[in-house]
């Protein structure tokens, strides 16, 4: 099993920045793919961006191309949103989910965190 905490959402202006931080614990050492996926109100869980946990290869929904960037940190099993000029429409609930394959389709992820609030206001 693994598990994962997220941490560091919160209010933020739009324009402004935040980064959030994903904690994976529990048996992570056959795990490939780390990604962020997002639920705004109303609306379907959806991909934001997902990173290989061997080398750095990364990939962006079009939403948060340029704007975000997905990290990894390759000392201790953390990866990283930094979300940068932030828009209204990226209010939602962030989550982290951990699996085997790099895809951007949600069945493919086996674990999720409960998810962090990320409110943009204007």
């Known amino acids: 099993q693994v598990q994962l905490v997220e941490s560091g959402g919160g209010l933020v202006q739009a324009g402004g920045s935040l980064k959030l931080s994903c904690a994976a614990s529990g048996y992570t050492f056959n795990i490939t793919t780390m990604g962020w996926f997002r639920q705004g109100p109303g609306k379907e869980r959806e991909f934001v961006a997902r990173?290989?946990?061997?080398?750095?290869?990364?990939f962006y929904a079009d939403s948060v191309k340029g704007r975000f960037t997905i990290a990894k940190d390759n000392t201790k099993p953390v990866v990283y949103l930094q979300m940068d000029n932030l828009k209204l429409e990226d209010t939602a609930v962030y989550y982290c989910a951990a699996g085997w394959a790099a895809t951007t389709s949600q069945s493919t992820y086996s674990y999720w965190g409960q998810g962090t609030q990320v409110t943009v206001s204007s």
């Open positions: 990173i290989r946990t061997s080398g750095d290869s990364t």
